[in-house]
């Protein structure tokens, strides 16, 4: 279902959608940047491998909540095969989604703090633990 739709000019830097079966701290399913060859249509499953995950906070009316990002990589793609982790992307391209991530949320009157980066073991962690809470298992 359609929450809301960015302000014109501003794109996702990547395809951005969440893990089925998942629910995050906020209340939605946990997210997830997946960097493909080509953006695919609103609703399409994209088997991906995860590569690492933007651990972070999202602040809005007083209340503060985990907001983690998870990024990965379409299974098919052939421009980003080589990235097997967070640590092979350049420092510089993390840090620009990391901004984005900042900004669109400033423009939601949200805050959203990066508390750190972590590799390809913490992702699938992180879904696994989040599967676990929701199912009681």
């Known amino acids: ?5 960015l302000p014109a000019g501003a794109v ?5 959608g969440f893990v089925p079966s998942t629910r995050a701290e906020d209340g939605d399913p946990l997210d997830v940047l997946v960097l493909m060859d080509a953006p695919v249509f609103a609703g399409c499953v994209v088997p991906s491998r995860l590569i690492g995950v933007i651990e972070a906070e999202q602040s809005e009316d007083g209340q503060t909540e985990r907001n983690d990002r998870l990024l990965a990589v379409a299974a098919n793609s052939a421009t980003h095969r080589s990235i097997q982790t967070l640590s092979d ?7 620009q989604i990391e901004h984005f991530f900042v900004s669109y949320n400033e ?3 949200k805050r ?3 508390k750190g980066r972590a590799g390809k073991k913490r992702a699938p962690t992180l879904v696994t633990a989040v599967m676990k809470k929701r199912t009681g298992r």
């Open 1 to 5: 279902m359609l929450k809301g739709v």
């Open 12 to 16: 996702f830097p990547f395809d951005f």
């Open 89 to 95: 992307l350049s420092q510089d391209l993390v840090a």
């Open 107 to 109: 423009m939601k009157g």
């Open 112 to 114: 959203f703090e990066v």
